[in-house]
């Protein structure tokens, strides 16, 4: 199943807010997660099971959708948000992810 | 804390097998998948496959299939991840990460371990 992020490229000034689509070319039900990673780190999980924060994920962190459309919010944007972050479906194998969105800070 | 630690990076002739290791502690290794996920240069996130330390059984990717074995030791709680026939586009950082009980979430990921193909 191909997952499409968009967009690319997202620049936010600090303390506003970020959104973020991801679209399934299939219905993946809610069996997608959010990834952030920065620079050299290996990716972090923020969401589960479409809008389940994984454990110790700020709240201005949040995701929702399901069937094929999704969205992850970063709300009250900070400097230390900057970075790509990746969608994953794994309701079907093999398991997928959309090619990222950079997150810049203005 | 759960912690996931690589082997070091390698570098290999295009024709050549690597072998990755992912030493786990801090849970309970034979209760969760380990799974197998690469990150060309400046590129995106690829699934290769995953393994359960339980019974052994695997499951990879159809692009991999053949050139890919993966394999633990839970005495160890270590997870090997062995690639044959490596060629140039192999170029890339593994990652071995462990998933949610329920799910294929990715909940901890090593630190990756990058192999280089070139002659």
């Known amino acids: 199943i191909v997952m499409t992020q968009s967009p690319a490229t997202l620049a936010v000034s600090p303390g506003e807010k970020a959104t973020l689509s991801c679209r399934a070319g299939?219905?993946?039900?809610?069996?997608v997660a959010w990834y952030q990673q920065k620079p050299g780190q290996s990716p972090r999980l923020l969401i589960h099971?479409?809008?389940t924060r994984a454990t110790g994920v700020p709240a201005r962190f949040s995701g929702s959708g399901s069937g094929t459309d999704f969205t992850l919010t970063i709300n009250s944007l900070l400097s230390e948000d900057s970075a790509v972050y990746y969608c994953q479906q794994y309701n079907n194998w093999p398991l997928t992810f959309g090619g990222g969105t950079k997150v810049e800070i203005k | 804390q759960v912690q996931l630690l690589q082997s070091g990076a390698e570098a290999k002739q295009p024709g050549a097998s690597v072998k990755v290791s992912c030493k786990t502690s801090g849970y309970t290794f034979s209760d969760y998948f380990i799974h197998w996920v690469r990150q060309a240069p400046g590129q995106g996130l690829e699934w290769v496959g995953r393994?359960?330390?339980?019974?052994?059984?695997?499951m990879y990717a159809d692009k991999f299939h053949g050139r890919v074995t993966m394999t633990t030791d839970a005495s160890l709680a270590t997870a090997w991840m062995d690639m044959s026939r490596l060629t140039s586009d192999d170029t890339a950082f593994y990652f071995c990460a462990k998933d949610l009980r329920d799910s294929e979430a990715f909940d901890m990921w090593g630190q990756g371990t990058m192999v280089a193909v070139s002659s």
């Open positions: 393994i359960n330390p339980k019974n052994g059984g695997t």
């Open positions: 099971s479409a809008s």
């Open positions: 299939l219905s993946v039900s809610g069996s």
